[in-house]
């Protein structure tokens, strides 16, 4: 089993910047691919960006891309997303996953454990 805690939603204005954290237990991550996925009120979950862990290859969904960027670190056992230039649309609960398997997965149906997810905030 692998326990994923993410942190660092809240409430920033247009053009600010956050940061969120994925903290995994459990488990080490070193066999897993990582996302990070958002859903907003009335809409289905979206893949937002991918790492795979053992490699470092990344994949961010073109709505992010030059804005988000997603990293690991081995040894904290923990994935981050960096969220810059924020607009209101990027409002969303956003969610940490992992899948077995040392590919980037872009499909939700593929990620094995969820994290409970935390809410961002786009105020214009």
């Known amino acids: 089993q692998v326990q994923l805690v993410e942190s660092g939603g809240g409430l920033v204005q247009a053009g600010g910047s956050l940061t969120l954290s994925c903290a995994a237990s459990?488990?080490?991550?070193?066999?897993?691919?990582m996302g990070w996925f958002r859903q907003a009120p009335g809409k289905e979950r979206d893949i937002v960006a991918a790492?795979?862990?053992?490699?470092?290859?990344?994949y961010h969904a073109d709505s992010v891309k030059g804005r988000f960027t997603i990293s690991r670190d081995n040894a904290e056992n923990t994935v981050y997303l960096q969220m810059n230039s924020l607009k209101p649309e990027d409002t969303a609960v956003y969610y940490c996953?992992?899948?077995?398997?040392?590919?980037?997965?872009?499909?939700?149906?593929?990620?094995?454990?969820w994290g409970r997810g935390t809410q961002v905030t786009v105020s214009s």
């Open positions: 996953a992992a899948a077995y398997g040392y590919t980037l997965y872009l499909d939700s149906n593929e990620y094995d454990y």
């Open positions: 459990g488990r080490p991550l070193s066999a897993y691919a």
């Open positions: 790492i795979n862990w053992s490699r470092g290859g990344t």
